[in-house]
């Protein structure tokens, strides 16, 4: 299960850091257009999403793997599932159903990792 829990760690950790990276760096005007939420949140709030997945990426690993405070990693995984959480609330407010499978998908990762690393 350890191993399981560290492929689950570490594919959701890198997905997590690469989009948060580009949300807290690329100007709103320069994000993907088929990120169509950006359009109703300020580049401030956008660039708090970004950081906010960014660590909490960073947290999937970085505790675990150095035995550094290692309950940050379950931590950070229910903190990527409220992220999760909130995104599918406001996909299903603008109508975004197409993205929906997306954010199931990783807020499902999430949770198989918290409950595993608690």
């Excluded at 993907?32 to 401030?44: C, D, E, I, K």
């Excluded at 793997?65 to 903190?79: E, F, K, Q, S, Y």
């Amino acid at each position: 299960m350890n191993i399981v829990l560290w492929i689950l760690q570490g594919l959701l950790g890198a997905a997590f850091i690469a989009t948060g990276l580009m949300k807290a760096t690329q100007p709103k005007e320069k994000l993907p257009a088929n990120m169509t939420w950006t359009q109703r949140y300020s580049a401030g709030t956008i660039k708090f999403i970004g950081v906010a997945e960014l660590l909490g990426g960073l947290g999937l690993i970085l505790p675990w793997a150095t035995d550094i405070a290692p309950v940050l990693t379950p931590l950070a995984a229910v903190g990527l599932l409220v992220v999760m959480l909130l995104a599918i609330v406001d996909h299903v407010r603008a109508k975004e159903y197409n993205v929906l499978p997306i954010n199931l998908v990783l807020g499902a990762l999430a949770l198989v990792i918290a409950i595993g690393r608690f």
